[in-house]
């Protein structure tokens, strides 16, 4: 499966993964991230059910705060 991945082309060796199994992977640990799928955002509780398909666009970000 390819997807756009924070506006970069990633490549997975499965036909679809969930945003968990994205975050694992990708071996992102933060506490505080907004994600959307094809801009659809997806809250905390959907991240072990939220699928991710050949070709949709994912974003991942990482909120930080600062003063």
Do not use: P, W
Request: aromatic share 8%.
């Amino acid at each position: 499966m390819t997807i756009t991945l924070n506006n970069r082309s990633e490549s997975f060796d499965f036909e679809q993964l969930t945003i968990s199994e994205i975050l694992k992977i990708k071996k992102f640990t933060f506490k505080a991230l907004v994600i959307k799928i094809n801009r659809e955002l997806i809250r905390k509780n959907q991240y072990d059910t939220a699928v991710v398909k050949n070709g949709d666009n994912v974003d991942i970000i990482h909120l930080i705060s600062g003063g």
